[in-house]
């Protein structure tokens, strides 16, 4: 029996040198697996779009070949947890077009001793059209936006900025993640556009937005069109019915003459070219409006004199002086350069 407080040492079952308890250091270091390694592992990639199949789902990816065998690596490597100060040194070799060789190098310290290992693991790289492109070549889509004005058809400086919402929400859609946010096409139809999407989240979306720009309503329908997969398929059509007036148009409503500046709702924001008051009108007041210009179509004039109701201007068609009413709040004096609007009701200074 050893006397009380003696040290007593234990032996290492597996060599039988000392030990503090169970395996000495140098065995525990030479049966330990510091890193766990695949035999193999295959990259899938989109030769279309790039993308790769993460974990049995696409993501979009920009990066290069070598990048992505690198990160697929790191992913499948299995470090030992006691690890500290881990470093590893991955070394590729092209074995065919298809084929790689990693050469995988670690370096770390464990209980104080700075440990190594390696490793090799084949790679293969496959590729395979994603589901993203597999349904813009397979003509998939699940909503339909319809653009168009009531009474009128849109101008087409309204139809080219509404294809350039479209377009930037679908490429926003898709670097978020959303794999079927993509135009499938637009089409060039009698009073508007159709935009034919990939999905009813962008479609409803972009109907929204252009709604919010130009104003006016959204009307939604659904119709079934199949069967997939055990599940019913369903196509969403968005009309968005913009108002019959439009930003710029100038009209006569209840004894006044004003511009259209903008939208909120149904309501139509204008201000009037007499006193420069902003206000809102109705739905209803806007389709009963009578549009007697452009502001588009204003163009530069030089005032000749002013007193406190009128203004004289000279005439950019006729190169006479003409009076104006003058508008509200507007501080003018001779020589100033203003713009002009002929209307069916006259001649207008604008804003």
């Not at 009531?150 to 309204?158: G, L």
Request: net charge neutral; glycine share 8%; charged share 30%.
């Amino acid at each position: 029996m050893c006397p009380d407080g003696a040290n007593v040492r234990s032996i290492c079952p597996r060599c039988g040198g000392a030990s503090d308890d169970g395996l000495c250091l140098s065995c525990i270091l030479e049966t330990t697996e510091f890193m766990i390694c695949p035999d193999q592992i295959e990259i899938v990639i989109c030769p279309v779009c790039g993308s790769i199949l993460d974990r049995g789902r696409w993501r979009q990816s920009d990066s290069d070949l070598d990048e992505l065998i690198r990160n697929a690596l790191f992913k499948e490597i299995s470090v030992h947890r006691e690890l500290e100060d881990v470093e590893l040194e991955i070394l590729l070799h092209q074995r065919g077009a298809t084929r790689f060789v990693a050469d995988i190098r670690l370096s770390g310290m464990f209980r104080g001793t700075i440990v190594h290992a390696d490793c090799q693991v084949r790679v293969r790289v496959s590729r395979r059209t994603c589901d993203r492109c597999s349904r813009i070549a397979g003509r998939y889509f699940e909503g339909i936006v319809q653009v168009r004005r009531r009474d009128r058809p849109p101008d087409e400086s309204d139809l080219s900025e509404a294809r350039e919402i479209a377009q930037s929400l679908a490429a926003a859609g898709y670097k978020k993640g959303d794999r079927l946010a993509f135009i499938q096409d637009i089409k060039d139809v009698r009073g508007g556009i159709d935009i034919i999407v990939g999905s009813t989240q962008l479609g409803r979306h972009i109907a929204k937005t252009i709604a919010q720009r130009f104003g006016g309503r959204i009307q939604e329908s659904v119709k079934l069109v199949g069967c997939r997969d055990g599940k019913d398929v369903f196509r969403t059509t968005m009309l968005v019915r913009l108002p019959r007036l439009r930003k710029g148009d100038v009209i006569y409503s209840k004894g006044t003459v004003m511009e259209v500046v903008g939208f909120e709702g149904r309501r139509t924001a204008v201000i009037s070219l007499d006193k420069g008051e902003r206000f809102f009108i109705s739905e209803e007041e806007a389709d009963a409006a009578e549009i007697i210009g452009d502001s588009s179509r204003a163009r530069k004039s030089v005032v000749v004199s002013v007193d406190e109701s009128v203004v004289e201007v000279l005439d950019p068609e006729s190169y006479r002086t003409v009076l104006a009413i003058r508008p509200a709040g507007m501080n003018l004096e001779s020589g100033a350069e203003v713009k002009v609007l002929h209307t069916d009701r006259g001649l207008f200074l604008l804003y």
